[in-house]
């Protein structure tokens, strides 16, 4: 049965349940991507760091002044040597808690309650305040031009639409094409046949390009842009994921009809998760009931985010024309074909003008709530200038207290030149984000990274892709530059690497370049490393925490149709394997079938897809199946003797502990508390790698182990018959047999699952939820229609998408991302566990 999904088309697969034939040669296998777990610590120091940064920010504007004779790059080695500038996060100063007690409402609340509850982190290295007050004024005339920002939406929003107009309009492209556009060329981001043929985005692209801003006074100032366009579709949350690491802002995309959609939802928690300040663009007012307010009060309903619109529109629908500015109060209208030719007039249209000068009122008020100098103004009943209102929504936006909502169409090309604007404007450049690294030789202590080109170089590798010259690794330089012919060290393996090529990349294009700076965004050829790996320059002992990975949930068994085909199929594998870490691959040992296993069901037939196309290679692909893991419920203590005797030298090991669970479903635990040397050191190595291979395969359904630990403290060795094998066979079966008298349970994912649909449907989506026996987290009703949250079991979501379209007609939409593992119903348990005997059953006939 296939997994419904959220309404996309879909890719033609051949399906088989059938075993396709034995294959004994195994592909090279890469270690399954090593994601640091995020020290939660880090996420409290980088939340309260930006809060305070910001407050900060503002007063560092004046002491600049004051401080700008000082030595740049030799006053910060200073301060890391003597580590005397700390900044204090995890308890803020007084004033910018004050300020931030204040400011938040809603879910912000809770999350600085949270961060106040949390022990104190301190930063080692320079404060926000004081990387700005030191920075020379080379430095800041090159970062205060540069933005690296991300757009990130719901599916089919017009993320890659507003790309290709920004891309035009900065002059990097000379012509506009469509997605799915009748002249068959596609959207520039969206470079792979796949993603043209299809109309959806599937691989995040980076551009760079250059954006000339006029100012107030009519002074053109240049802005660099580093641009990621990042996929809707939640089974490439990864490519989100990533960007969302290493971009300093956002540009979040919605529907001017459908407002906040289940998808937002997710691109919002994922900017939380990273702290990244957006802007709000409300896309398609061209489209039959565009209502941009409703967006507004969605973001303020259900993302629970101060918004307020900078803009209200022009005309809707048809006759949508142009937007006002509510800080100047001018009508700006977007003319020509292609909306090149801004007319700007202080005369904006009578039925026009009351809604704006309502909004503007209502713009105020939302920033005076989080911003004390507008406070202040609006208490004594003065409105706030252009200018002043302008640095506080840029102050508010970056501390994450404020995102100002813009509106246009791209398709219709308009409106996107003043989101290019509001960039440079309410967007942070790299020195205003606080970039934390971890001191390797001081436990891990969180330390600021500054964005100066002559600091010791310090950068991160978000994205790997195979090309026809090598692989390329995209790298964001956080401190010092990057340049040709460097060496650097990874950070994670220690080894040196030279840089070969370093170039700049526009969507499947590239210019190469000598070198990047600081807070730049760039790719290298022929650096082999993973994806998440962190490279200094060998001085500093740093390393950076990763991004998230989710755990892949769904898996299929495939098989190469054409034996001939082995060799391809296993260079796919491996490439998409590095590529992708949600995307992995393995033998199954017993019937030696090739499983895949991803984020949904269309993340796995992109793969298969792109086999075909790309590698030639046909596959033959069996039934979805949900990856379940096994675990243990109680504490039990073994004693196991592995004894064999059969002429000539035998095996002995004996292995004394006990296992139990470990508290979390996340990871395994292995320990040794041997006493007495009662097994050898090397004996103790071999029995580690016996429990991580006993955790590969559970002993109920031969799916992995999670949430268990064993504990191996006492032993005995035999004279000439113990060998490593022996002692880890030795475990594996203590494992094994201590795991059935565990309480061994079977865990199914669960995943978290966002549902909209219009007021009249909700009964009708929760008697669907309620069959699928799922819980119902939270239910929010807004004036037309409602959003429901529920953790539902992936088993029972199969089929979920047409039972969603028939209950609502066709209105409710729905997404889903993996949220944990928890135990499986007790009759789906015994089920699985009768089918998988039979299974067995079966294969020793
Ligand atoms: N009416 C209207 N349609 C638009 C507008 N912007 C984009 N579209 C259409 O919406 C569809 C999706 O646009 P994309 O730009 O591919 O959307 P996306 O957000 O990049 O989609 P994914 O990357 O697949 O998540 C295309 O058919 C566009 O032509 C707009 O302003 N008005
Ligand atoms: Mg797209």
């Known amino acids: 049965m296939p997994l419904a999904l959220t309404g996309i088309s879909r890719l033609s697969i051949k399906k088989s349940s059938g075993r396709g034939h034995r294959r004994r040669d195994s592909y090279r296998s890469f270690p399954p991507f090593q994601s640091p777990p995020f020290p939660p610590h880090i996420f409290d120091a980088m939340r309260a760091a930006r809060a305070a940064g910001t407050a900060a920010a503002a007063g560092a504007a004046a002491r600049q002044r004051m401080a700008q004779s000082a030595p740049t790059a030799g006053r910060f080695r200073c301060l890391f040597a003597r580590e005397s500038a700390t900044v204090r996060v995890g308890g803020l100063r007084a004033g910018a808690v004050e300020m931030q007690r204040r400011a938040f409402s809603g879910s912000r609340g809770l999350r600085n309650e949270e961060a106040a509850a949390k022990p104190e982190v301190v930063v080692l290295g320079p404060s926000l305040e004081q990387i700005q007050i030191d920075m020379s004024p080379s430095e800041k005339g090159r970062l205060s031009k540069l933005r690296n920002i991300g757009i990130a939406a719901h599916i089919d929003s017009g993320k890659t639409t507003c790309t290709e107009r920004v891309l035009f309009y900065t002059g990097r492209i000379n012509a506009i094409h469509e997605v799915r556009g009748k002249d068959a060329v596609g959207a520039k981001m969206d470079s792979m046949d796949l993603e043209r043929e299809k109309g959806i985005t599937i691989q995040s692209a980076a551009t760079f390009c250059d954006w000339k801003k006029k100012n107030v006074d009519g002074v053109e100032e240049m802005f660099h842009f580093n641009l990621i366009d990042t996929p809707g579709h939640i089974d490439f949350t990864i490519e989100v994921e990533r960007a969302l690491r290493v971009l300093d802002g956002a540009v979040m995309v919605l529907c001017a009809v459908s407002g906040v959609q289940s998808q937002t939802i997710t691109v919002d928690r994922q900017m939380k998760r990273y702290n990244v300040p957006r802007i709000s663009f409300v896309n398609k007012m061209d489209r039959m009931g565009a209502n941009p307010f409703k967006a507004v009060d969605q973001i303020n309903h259900k993302l629970k985010l101060n918004a307020a619109a900078i803009q209200v529109p022009i005309g809707g629908e048809d006759s949508f024309k142009g937007v006002v500015d509510l800080l100047r109060m001018k009508a700006i209208y977007f003319e020509g074909e292609q909306g090149t030719t801004l007319r700007e007039t202080d005369e904006i249209p009578p039925d026009v003008l009351p809604i704006a000068q309502e909004r503007k009122r209502m713009l105020i008020e939302a920033v005076a709530d ?476």
Do not use: W
């Open 370 to 845: 989080v911003d004390d100098e507008i406070a202040e103004l609006f208490l004594d009943e003065k409105e706030p200038t252009t200018a002043q209102l302008k640095a506080a929504i840029r102050r508010t936006t970056i501390a994450l207290k404020f995102t100002p909502v813009m509106m246009g169409s791209a398709l219709a090309n308009k409106g996107l030149q003043p989101v290019l604007d509001a960039v440079c404007d309410y967007l942070p450049d790299p020195s205003e984000v606080p970039n934390l690294a971890l001191d390797q030789r001081k436990a891990e202590a969180p330390v600021a990274l500054v964005p100066y080109n002559t600091l010791p170089f310090v950068g991160l590798a978000f994205k790997l892709e195979e090309s026809n010259f090598g692989q390329l690794t995209y790298i964001r330089v956080y401190q010092g530059t990057l340049k040709k012919a460097m060496n650097v060290f990874n950070a994670r393996t220690d080894k040196k690497v030279k840089i070969p090529r370093i170039v700049r990349m526009h969507s499947n294009e590239m210019e190469e370049v000598p070198e990047v700076g600081a807070g730049e965004i760039c790719a290298v050829f022929g650096v082999d490393c993973a994806s998440g790996d962190t490279f200094t320059d060998g001085t500093l002992p740093y390393s950076m925490s990763s991004m998230f990975v989710p755990e892949p949930v769904i898996s299929l068994s495939i098989t190469p149709k054409n034996k001939t085909d082995t060799n391809n199929f296993s260079k796919a594998m491996n490439r998409f394997q590095r590529e992708d870490p949600t995307f992995r691959v393995h033998v199954d040992s017993d019937s030696h079938e090739n499983i895949i296993s991803g984020m949904g069901e269309l993340h796995l037939e992109v793969y298969v897809e792109r086999m075909r196309r790309e590698y030639r290679v046909d596959c033959v692909t069996g039934q979805p199946r949900v990856a379940y893991r096994e675990t243990v419920t109680k504490h039990v203590e073994f004693d196991h003797t592995h004894k064999k005797q059969t002429g000539g030298a035998g095996d002995y090991a004996r292995v004394v502990g006990y296992i139990e669970p470990t508290g979390s479903l996340t990871s395994n635990k292995f320990e040794q508390q041997v006493t007495g040397g009662s097994i050898d050191e090397k004996f103790l190595f071999a029995c580690d790698k016996g429990f991580q291979a006993a955790c590969e395969k559970g002993p109920m359904l031969q799916q992995k182990v999670l949430g268990t630990s064993m504990v191996i403290n006492d032993g005995a060795t035999h004279m000439t018959d113990s060998s490593e094998m022996a002692f880890k066979v030795a475990t594996q079966q203590a494992f094994r047999k201590a795991f059935l008298q565990a309480g061994p349970v079977v865990l199914e994912p669960l995943m978290k699952t966002t549902i909209t649909s219009p007021n009249e449907f909700q009964g009708n989506i929760v008697g669907l939820l309620n069959k699928r026996n799922a819980v119902i987290l939270d239910t929010e009703i807004g004036p037309e229609d409602f959003t429901l949250t529920a953790d539902c079991s992936l088993n029972a979501m199969f089929g979920f998408s047409s039972q969603l379209r028939a209950a609502t007609q066709g209105k409710g939409e729905f997404g889903m991302e993996f949220s944990h593992y928890a135990p499986a119903p007790m009759q789906i348990q015994k089920e699985l566990i009768a089918k998988h005997e039979k299974m067995l059953a079966e294969k020793r006939k």
